[in-house]
C-alpha cells in the first residue's frame, strides 16, 4: 500500500497528543503559577526502500514558557509570590529540590513550613521549620519571622529564612511531577537579590484565547488525516479490484 496511509496515521497520531498538550494548558489556567507548555510539529522523513520522499509530522514539547503571570493580591501573609525573576526552592517528593514561582504556604502540625501543594519550603540548611508563634510575617529577602506564644506585638524573632534563586533558564525544565527542576540535577545556589512580595499569588500565563485557538486547529487537521486515511482505504480497494480484473 502506499505509504501516504502510514503519512495519514501518524499525523492523526501526533496530532492528538498536541492537542493533550493544549488541553492540559486549558485545565491548569486557574492553577497558581502554572508555566504553560509548548508545542510544536516538527517534520520527519519517511525511509524506506527507496529515498524519504515522504515526512510525517512529529509533535513535541521544546520548552516551558517561564513567562510570569499576573499577581493577584490575596492579603493572606503566608501566600508569597516572586517579584520579578527568579524561583522558590521547595524539597521534591525524592528528596531533591524543586522550584516554584509562587506558594500558599501553611504550617502543619510537625511545624514544617510548606507550600499549598504540600512540598517543605526550603530555606538556609533545609526545609523551614517554625516554633509555636502568634504570628508570621515573610520579609521581600524571604527572611521568615515569628512571634512566638505570649509575646508582645514588637517582639519578632527571625526564624530561617526562604531559599531563593535564580538559575539560567536554559538549565530549568518542567518534570513528570509539574515541578520545575535543574537540567543537570543540582541544586540551585540561593541568589540574596531574589525578592519576595507577601500577600500575593501569581496566576498561571496560559492565555486561554490562544490555547483554545489551537485546539481548534488542531482539531480541523485531525479531521483532515481520517480523510486521508479513508481515501487511502479506498484507494487500495479500487487497486485490489483492478487486480482481481486482470
Not at 486557574?30 to 522523513?45: C, H, I, K, V, Y
Not at 526545609?127 to 506564644?149: H, K, L
Not at 534563586?165 to 540574596?192: C, E, F, S, W, Y
Request: avoid cysteine; charged fraction near 20%.
Amino acid at each position: 500500500m502506499d505509504k501516504y496511509l502510514y503519512v495519514a496515521m501518524t499525523g492523526a497520531s501526533q496530532n492528538a497528543l498536541a492537542q493533550k498538550a493544549h488541553a492540559n494548558n486549558l485545565a491548569n489556567i486557574s492553577t497558581n503559577g502554572f508555566q504553560r507548555d509548548l508545542e510544536q510539529a516538527r517534520s520527519m522523513p519517511v525511509f524506506g526502500d527507496g529515498f524519504p520522499a515522504r515526512a510525517f509530522a512529529l509533535s513535541e514539547r521544546p520548552a516551558t514558557d517561564f513567562t510570569p503571570g499576573a499577581l493577584v493580591e490575596t492579603g493572606r501573609d503566608l501566600d508569597i509570590a516572586v517579584n520579578g525573576d527568579g524561583w522558590v526552592a521547595v524539597q521534591a517528593p525524592n528528596g531533591g529540590e524543586a522550584y516554584v514561582r509562587t506558594a500558599s504556604m501553611n504550617v502543619d502540625s510537625l511545624g514544617i513550613l510548606r507550600a499549598g501543594n504540600g512540598m517543605p519550603i526550603m530555606g538556609n540548611a533545609g526545609p523551614i521549620a517554625v516554633p509555636p508563634q502568634q504570628q508570621i510575617e515573610v520579609g521581600q529577602d524571604g527572611t521568615i519571622s515569628v512571634r512566638a506564644m505570649g509575646e508582645g506585638p514588637r517582639v519578632m524573632a527571625e526564624v530561617d529564612r526562604i531559599k531563593l534563586v535564580q538559575p539560567n533558564l536554559q538549565n530549568m525544565t518542567k518534570g513528570l511531577d509539574g515541578l520545575i527542576h535543574t537540567v543537570d540535577g543540582q541544586p540551585a545556589r540561593a541568589d540574596a537579590t531574589v525578592r519576595v512580595t507577601s500577600g500575593f499569588l501569581e496566576a498561571s500565563n496560559v492565555n486561554a484565547v490562544e490555547e483554545m485557538t489551537s485546539v481548534l486547529a488542531l482539531a480541523k487537521q485531525f479531521e483532515l488525516h481520517i480523510k486521508m486515511m479513508n481515501t487511502a482505504k479506498e484507494d487500495d480497494q479500487a487497486m485490489t479490484r483492478v487486480m482481481a480484473m486482470s
